[in-house]
C-alpha cells in the first residue's frame, strides 16, 4: 500500500477493510448485562464513556435498557446497519451469535469470549473451527476470540473496545498483543509515563484476522509512526509474518518494529502453548528470522517500551557517533563501555572549537572530553549549554544525558533543558536520570515531553545501538539473486522412494544437483558448518556456523528462512561470533554461495527433513567433507 492510500486509512467509514473494527461508525456489543465488574458490562460501560464518537447498541434479550441506552433483544432487530459487533458470550453460544451477525450483514466483528483453541481440548479446537467456517461464509473480518479487545485513541474516533477502563493517550506508537494480560499491564504503565498510542489491539487466538493482517494495517496507518508487538507463538503464519515485516521496516513508507517473543525456553513454550494454544519454535531461529526481517527484538517489557518511545518521538541519528553529558565519571564510564561493546557506537571526537567553548562553560576541574563531566554541582544553565555544544558539534549524531541527584541539582530544570536543547538542535537525545525518588520530578517532566527516559544510561545505549541496526537494515538493497539453477531430476533421482538417512551415493547425488561436490577428504584449514531442517514454523530454515565446536558450545548459529540470495548469507556468515576466526583464512564467498545452493534445496524438496553439512575452506575454494541429509 503506497503513502497516498496511507493517508486514508484509519477514519470512520474508511475504506481499508480493517476501518470498521478500529474507526466504526457504530458498534452492536452481544452478551451485555447489568452487572459491573462483569466483562460484557465493563466493555460496554467503556465504550459509552471512553469519548466514542459513533453509535452504541447493546444486544441483551430480556432487558429494556444498559446504562439508561435502550437495548435489544437480538441484533437483527436493530433497523440501522452496523459497522463492528462485539460478542461477549459463552463459548457455546458464539456460533450463535456469529451467524446472527453474518446475517444481519454486520462485516467486522470482535469475539472477547474465551473457551476455544487456547483449553488445549478436542472441544474448545471444534468450537474455533465452527466459528472460521462462519466468518468464512459470511465474508466477516474477526478478532480473536479469546482477546482482551481493540481501543482507537484518536480523539476522532474515542472507542475503548475492551475490558480496560484506562483510555490511553493519543500518540505515534501502534501497539498488538497475542496476550490480553500484557495488554492491560501495557496500558496501566503507558498511563503512568504518559505513552501514547494510535491503535492498540489483542489479537487472541487468530482465528479470523492475523497478526500479518494487523502488520499491514499499522503500516498503512498514517498516525502510526512505530509498531510494537508481543507475540507467545508465530503460527502458520510465520514466513508471511517475516515477509511483511521485511517490507514495512524497509522500503516505502518504513516504519519500525519492537517485539517480545515470549517463550525462549522450553518450560516458557509450555507455558505460551497453554496460554493461546500456541506451537513452539526453536528460539535462535526466531532471532536470526526477526533480525532478516528487520524486527527489534526486546528481552523485557521495559526494553520494548524504552525502545518504542525512542523511535517514536527523537528523529533517527545520521550516524553513530555519540556524545555523553554527565555529571559523574562513573555512568559516564559505564554508558561508554555500553556503546563501545555494542559494536555499533563510537564516541565522537570533538571539533577544537566544540572542545575550547566547553572549557570555557565549565569549572577547571571538570572534564571536556567525551563523556563530558559538568560536575556534581552542575545547574540547568550548565547542563544545558554542554548539550548544546555537545549536540551541535558536526562530529555528533546523538547524545545521551546522565544525571545523578545531589543536593544542588535543580532536576527539574535540567530536564526541561534537555528537552529544549533537543529540539533546538534536532538531533536525537536519550535521558538517564539515575535513582527514585530524588529524580521523580524531573523523570515526570521528561515524560511530559516526550523525551525518552532510560532507567540506566546503558540501556540508552543498547537502544541507540539497536537503531544503528534499523538504519543498516534500511540501508541494504532488497534481495535480487535468482534462484539457483539445479538438477531437479538429478535431486528427485536422489530421494525417490527413500526414506530415512540417505546413502554416500544418495547424498552426493543430491547434493551435485545442486552444484555441490564431496571430496570426503579436507581441503583446507578452517571447518564450517550448515545445518538445515523442515522447521514447523518457518518451513525451510537454514544454519551456518564457524565450526561444529561453536554450535554445539556456544548455540553460535545463524539461521535464515530458505530460500535467500548471497546478501543473506553474507549478513549469516558475518553475524556469527565465529566469523572472526574465518576472516582473511576462508573464502567466504564460496561458503555463502554454497550456503544459497543448499537454501535453495531445503526450499526446493520438502521430503529432505534434516541435512547437515561439514565442509573445510582455505583462502581460495572450499569443499564439503561430511553431509548427513535426512529424507521422510
Not at 57 to 84: F, H, M, N, R, W
Not at 392 to 408: E, F, G, R, W, Y
Not at 484 to 489: H, I, L, N, P
Request: neutral net charge; glycine residues 10%.
Amino acid at each position: 500500500m503506497n503513502a497516498q492510500s496511507a493517508a486514508k486509512v484509519g477514519t470512520m467509514g474508511g475504506p481499508h477493510a480493517l476501518d470498521k473494527i478500529f474507526c466504526p461508525r457504530n458498534i452492536a456489543v452481544l452478551g451485555v448485562t447489568k452487572t459491573p465488574g462483569t466483562v460484557p458490562y465493563d466493555c460496554f460501560y467503556n465504550i459509552l464513556y471512553s469519548g466514542y464518537q459513533g453509535t452504541l447498541y447493546p444486544i441483551a434479550p430480556g432487558k429494556k435498557s444498559i446504562c439508561s441506552v435502550p437495548a435489544y433483544q437480538y441484533v437483527t432487530d436493530v433497523e440501522d446497519e452496523i459497522d463492528l459487533g462485539i460478542i461477549i458470550l459463552p463459548a457455546n453460544v458464539c456460533d450463535r451469535a456469529l451467524e446472527m451477525c453474518g446475517k444481519k450483514g454486520i462485516k467486522s466483528v470482535i469475539m472477547i469470549s474465551a473457551g476455544f483453541r487456547e483449553l488445549g481440548t478436542e472441544e474448545g479446537a471444534k468450537r474455533e473451527a465452527r466459528i472460521k467456517d462462519i466468518i468464512k461464509e459470511y465474508g466477516i473480518n474477526m478478532i480473536g476470540p479469546n482477546c482482551f479487545g481493540t481501543i482507537n485513541a484518536d480523539p476522532a474516533v474515542g472507542m475503548n473496545a475492551s475490558f480496560s477502563k484506562k483510555m490511553p493517550y493519543h500518540g505515534q506508537i501502534g501497539f498488538m498483543s497475542q496476550s490480553g494480560g500484557m495488554c492491560a499491564a501495557a496500558l496501566d504503565y503507558a498511563m503512568e509515563h504518559q505513552i501514547g498510542f494510535t491503535k492498540f489491539v489483542s489479537f487472541g487466538n487468530k482465528a479470523g484476522v492475523s497478526d500479518v493482517d494487523l502488520l499491514n494495517y499499522l503500516h498503512a496507518d498514517d498516525q502510526t509512526h512505530v509498531i510494537m508487538m508481543y507475540l507467545e507463538e508465530l503460527g502458520v503464519n510465520a514466513r508471511k509474518l517475516i515477509e511483511a515485516a521485511s517490507k514495512i521496516t524497509r522500503g516505502n513508507n518504513p516504519k519500525p518494529i519492537v517485539a517480545i517473543k515470549s517463550g525462549r525456553t522450553a518450560r516458557g513454550a509450555v507455558a505460551a502453548s497453554s496460554h493461546t494454544g500456541s506451537r513452539a519454535s526453536d528460539d535462535a531461529i526466531v532471532d536470526s528470522v526477526f533480525r532478516e526481517g528487520g524486527i527489534i527484538r526486546c528481552g523485557s517489557f521495559q526494553e520494548l517500551f524504552d525502545h518504542a518511545m525512542m523511535l517514536a518521538y527523537q528523529p533517527l541519528p545520521k550516524g553513530n557517533r555519540l556524545a555523553i553529558v554527565t555529571n559523574t565519571g562513573g555512568p559516564g564510564v559505564l554508558c561508554t563501555d555500553a556503546a563501545v561493546t555494542s559494536g555499533k557506537l563510537e564516541i565522537a571526537k570533538f571539533e577544537p572549537a566544540t572542545t575550547a567553548a566547553l572549557r570555557e562553560s565549565v569549572p577547571a576541574t571538570a572534564s571536556v572530553k567525551n563523556p563530558v563531566d559538568v560536575l556534581g554541582d552542575g545547574r540547568s544553565e550548565r547542563y544545558g549549554k554542554c548539550l548544546e555544544l555537545s549536540l551541535a558539534d558536526k562530529n555528533v549524531d546523538q547524545a545521551i544525558v546522565i544525571l545523578t541527584p545531589h543536593s544542588m541539582t535543580d532536576v527539574e530544570n535540567i530536564a526541561q533543558a534537555c528537552t529544549d536543547v533537543q529540539r533546538k538542535i534536532g538531533k536525537p537525545v536519550a535521558v538517564s536520570f539515575m535513582g527514585g525518588l530524588d529524580v521523580a520530578v524531573g523523570v515526570k517532566r521528561l515524560l511530559a515531553n516526550h523525551t525518552p527516559h532510560f532507567l540506566m544510561p546503558e540501556y540508552a545505549a543498547q537502544a541507540m545501538a539497536n537503531i544503528q541496526r534499523i538504519l543498516e537494515w534500511r540501508a541494504q538493497k532488497p534481495q535480487t539473486d535468482k534462484p539457483v539453477s539445479a538438477d531437479k531430476a538429478g535431486a528427485e533421482a536422489a530421494v525417490k522412494g527413500k526414506s530415512g538417512a540417505l546413502t554416500a551415493a544418495d547424498t552426493q547425488a543430491l547434493l551435485k544437483a545442486y552444484g555441490i561436490t564431496m571430496n570426503g577428504a579436507a581441503n583446507g584449514n578452517h571447518e564450517v558448518l550448515m545445518v538445515g531442517r523442515q522447521d514447523a514454523t518457518f518451513g525451510p530454515v537454514l544454519g551456518f556456523a564457524a565450526s561444529k565446536e561453536m554450535a554445539d558450545a556456544f548455540s553460535d548459529v545463524a539461521y535464515s528462512v530458505a530460500p535467500f540470495g548471497l546478501q543473506c548469507a553474507e549478513r549469516m556468515v558475518s553475524t556469527v561470533k565465529g566469523a572472526k576466526v574465518l576472516e582473511g583464512k576462508a573464502d567466504l564467498v564460496a561458503v555463502q554461495k554454497s550456503l544459497v545452493a543448499v537454501g535453495q534445496m531445503l526450499a526446493d524438496m520438502p521430503q529432505v527433513a534434516e541435512v547437515e553439512i561439514k565442509g573445510a575452506s582455505a583462502s581460495k575454494g572450499w569443499s564439503v567433507t561430511e553431509a548427513r541429509i535426512v529424507v521422510k
